[in-house]
Each structure stands twice: as C-alpha cells, then as structure tokens.
C-alpha cells in the first residue's frame, strides 16, 4: 500500500494527498483531525548488548527474591482525557493506578465516536470529539509485556454557527530503581501511528499529533537530580536520544567490556504532527508498525524513569479571527520545521 505523508506549511495552501490510491473527500462543510498511537510488546528487562528482547528479567527485590539486587520503588501511572466540542467540555477524566494495574478511560461528545477506530473515510453526518487511554500487562515481567493504545480524535461535519473541536489524553508513568550494583537496561517495544487531517471547504483548520519520550534521571543524596538521557525515537537509529553517558565509554561491570549505551531499533519518528488549513484538502500520515530499543548501563544508585504518552486533535469550521487564523499558521510551520521526511 502506497502512504505518503505532509505537514501544512501556508496558511494559504494546501496539497491533497493520496492514501492507498485514495483520497477521502470531506464534505462541505466539514473537518477531521485524528491522532493515534498504540505500544504493544513494551518491556523493561536485562540488556544483552545486542538487538531484540534480551529474555532476561531484572533481579528485583520482593518476599520471593529478598536477595534481589534491585529496589523498584512504587510505581505512579497518571492518565487523563478531555475534549470541547462547540463550546461544551467534557470533565476532566483521569485515573492514578501502580505497577501492572488495568485501566481503561474515555472522553466523548456528540455521536460517532468509537475508541481506536481510525477515522479513515468521511466523519458522517454527525459532530464529535473523542479521547482514550488503556493500558494493561507488566512490563517486568516476560508474561505480560504492556500494551498501550492511545488516541484523540475529532470530526465538524456541520455550521450552524462557527464550530470548534479539541481532544487530548495525556498518560505518564513515573517509578524508581535502586541499584546495588552496576546494571545494563533494556526498553523494548513494539509501535503502530497514525495522524490523519482533512477539510472539506476553506476557511478552516486541523490538527493532530502524537508524543513519546522517555527520560532517566539519577536522585542524588544532596543536590538536584542528574540527568542521564532522554529518549524520543526520530526514526533513525542512533540519533533518537541525547545523554552524556550515552557518549562516554563506560567499564561494564556484567562481562561485556567497553561499550557506549545503544539505540538497537527505532521505527518511526515519535513526536510527529500535522497541519491542515486554507482549503480543501488531506494529510496523513500512517507509519509500518515497526519496533523500539533502547540499552542503557547505570551504576549503582537510584534513579527515577519517566515515560510520557501523548495525543491530541482539534478542528474549526467558520472563519477564525485573523489573530486566532495567524496563530494557528505559527503552530503548523513550528511543526514542518521539527518534521523529518523519510523516503
């Protein structure tokens, strides 16, 4: 199947792209923005120094292993989803649960709105907006890797009056690892996206994007933390982190010599958006589910890992006011400037 994919550059223009031989005419009026990014197979085990899963679980501490030379410290997973739609908001829905607990939480307004489903042809006759966020399994363990979808969407599909949508969810998980001793990480896994924008007259505007980004830090006994890497997956491998550690040779204390932390597996740019605005028109881009990994070594200590999850959407039909219409063009050339085009 043929995908091609652009950002909106102009407030002025607009390029109709073609999808699977394809493209989806909106009707008059009308506006779409959807945003949809799923992990699946994510696991934090063992590094091996080389690329696929390692099989190896960490040596964690609990009643069943009291010997374990790893801490983890609680486990906070916070998810929220909210969304407008014309002028009326849903409440703010947000869970907190620890290690390995399920949950599954959703936003809507207006009917058509079905989680996970990708907005592939028209929005139908009706207006709505839709957030979701579930998440299930432990990444600790080899028997339950995580599984993560996320989306936001949204669908204009009538006048009245001018008409405004937005949806977002946002989920971010934080724990701690103390370590006895030296000790060569692995995150892995699996990721399928998807952003679609589409408009069906001028005068109008749509949005989506998505974000993951991980981090480690070092919690230090006096002082502020310390920094150790951010990861973001550009889709290249070896450019989708930035560290000081990741560029010094380190001493492995497991066996393996010298070696540098390493990306192993990076599919797909994961901070990705696009923009649509000034006609009729469509964008989308719809990456090969493709898989993540990343190895990193830290010594002894305790450090606090961060993962973040994000997707948001958002349309209007009518004609803005010029400073409203203006800000939004920024917006789409900020995005087209951080986008990199992959052939």
């Given at each position: 199947?043929?995908k091609?994919?652009?950002?909106g550059a ?7 792209m ?7 005419a909106?009707?008059k009026p009308?506006?779409?923005?959807d945003?949809?990014?799923?992990l699946?197979?994510f ?6 120094h080389k690329?696929?899963?390692s099989?190896t ?8 292993n ?11 997973t ?8 014309n002028?009326?908001?849903t409440p ?13 939480i959703?936003?809507s307004?207006g009917s ?5 489903v990708?907005?592939t ?17 432990d990444?600790?363990a080899l028997?339950?890797p995580?599984n ?5 969407q ?8 001018d008409?405004?949508?937005?949806a977002y969810?946002?989920l ?6 103390t ?11 699996d990721?399928?996206?998807?952003l679609?924008t589409a408009?069906?007259?001028d005068g109008?505007?749509?949005n989506a994007?998505?974000?993951?980004t991980a981090?480690?830090?070092?919690i230090?006994k006096?002082?502020?933390v ?16 930035s560290?000081?550690l ?5 001493t ?6 010298k070696?540098?932390?390493n ?11 696009l923009?649509t ?25 305790t450090?606090?890992f961060?993962i973040?999850h994000n997707?948001h959407a958002?349309?209007?039909?009518g004609v803005p ?9 920024i ?5 087209g400037?951080k986008?990199?085009r992959?052939?």
């Open positions: 199947m043929n091609t994919r652009t950002i102009s407030l002025t223009a607009i390029i109709a073609t999808y699977g031989g394809l493209a989806h909106i009707p009308g506006a779409v923005g945003a949809y990014l799923e699946s197979k696991y934090i085990l063992a590094g091996d690329a696929g899963v099989g679980v960490l040596d964690i501490k609990s009643p069943l009291p010997a374990g030379a790893i801490t983890l410290g609680p486990v906070n916070t998810a929220e989803v909210a969304g407008s739609l002028g009326v908001s703010l829905n947000k869970v907190l649960v620890g290690l390995g607990a399920p949950f599954s959703s936003s307004l058509g709105y079905v989680p996970y990708r907005l042809g028209n929005p139908g006759p009706a207006d709505w907006i839709g957030a979701s966020t579930s998440s299930s399994g990444g600790l028997a339950s995580v993560v979808p996320v989306e936001s949204v669908a204009l599909a009538h006048y009245g009056s008409a405004g949508s937005s969810q946002n971010q998980s934080n724990f701690s690892f370590l006895a001793a030296g000790q060569l990480f692995e995150l892995s896994f990721a399928d996206g998807y679609r408009l069906g007259q109008i505007v749509a994007k998505y974000n993951w981090s480690v830090d070092r230090n006096t002082g502020p310390t920094h150790m890497m951010t990861w973001n997956p550009d889709g290249e491998v070896g450019s989708g982190y560290s000081s990741c560029h010094t040779t380190k492995d204390p497991l066996g393996g010599g070696f540098d932390c990306e192993y597996a990076d599919a797909f740019l994961m901070n990705d958006g923009g605005n000034g006609g009729p028109g469509e964008s989308i881009t719809d990456p090969t589910k493709g898989s993540f990994e990343m190895e990193l070594y830290l010594a002894a200590g450090y606090n961060t973040q997707t958002d349309a209007a039909i006011e010029p400073t409203t219409l203006a800000l939004l063009g917006g789409m050339l900020g995005m400037a986008r990199r992959k052939i």
